[in-house]
C-alpha cells in the first residue's frame, strides 16, 4: 500500500526542516492526503486502461471490462477474449496489446508483483517489461501501491512545476535540474512528490 498520512506527515516535517520552501508551503497549504492504491495486476491494469482518457472514461471501460471479466479483470480472463469482446469494452487494439502483455507476464512469473525487487531502480525495470508501461507509469505504482518513501518521478511536469514553485524559480525546471535539486531530499522525495502534486491543485505560488 502507498504512504500513509502519518508516513507523509513525518517525511514532510522532515523535509521542512531541510527546505525553508517546503516549510513554507505547507504552512499555507497543509498536508496532503494519502494517495494509496491495491498493489498488484489490477492496479497496473487500470493504469494501461487510463491512460490518455478522462478519469470517467477510464471508469466506465473499467467497469465494462469487469462485467465482462469479474472483479480485477482476471489475467487468464482477459486472455481468453477475442479483440471485438474487448473492443466492446473500450480498449483500442493498442491498449488490448499492453493488456495482453502485462497478463501474460504476470501468468508466466516473469513478472513477480509480490515480490519486486527491493531496489527502485531494478523495480522499474520490471514494470517496464509490460508494453505501456514507462517509467513514469512504474514509478508511480511503486509509490502509491507500494508505498516506496524515496520515488521521485521526475520527468512529471507537476512536479517540476511544483519544485519550481516551492524554490520561487523563474522558470520550470527541467527533469534534469529537479533530479539535482531533489538529491538532498533522500530518503523522502516521494513525499516531496506528492507534496507538489498538492500544491500544484491547490494553486500555490511563493511570495
Known sequence: MGLTAQQLHIALDALAEIEPGIATALAVTGYPDARIRTPGYATLLRTIVGQQVSVAAAASVWNKLEALLGAGCPPEQLLAQDFDALRGCGLSRQKQGYARSLAELVLSGALPLDALPDDD???????????????????????????????????????????????????????????????????????????????????????
Open 121 to 207: 531502480e531494478e523495480a522499474i525495470a520490471y514494470l517496464t517489461q509490460v508494453k505501456g508501461i514507462g517509467r513514469w507509469s512504474a514509478e508511480i505504482y511503486l509509490l502509491f501501491a507500494e508505498g516506496r518513501p524515496d520515488i521521485w518521478p521526475a520527468g512529471d511536469l507537476a512536479v517540476q512545476e511544483g519544485v519550481g514553485r516551492l524554490l520561487k524559480l523563474d522558470a520550470r525546471p527541467s527533469e534534469k535540474e529537479i533530479r539535482v535539486i531533489a538529491e538532498r531530499w533522500r530518503p523522502h522525495r516521494g513525499a516531496a512528490a506528492i507534496f507538489t502534486w498538492h500544491i500544484y491543485a491547490k494553486g500555490f505560488q511563493a511570495i
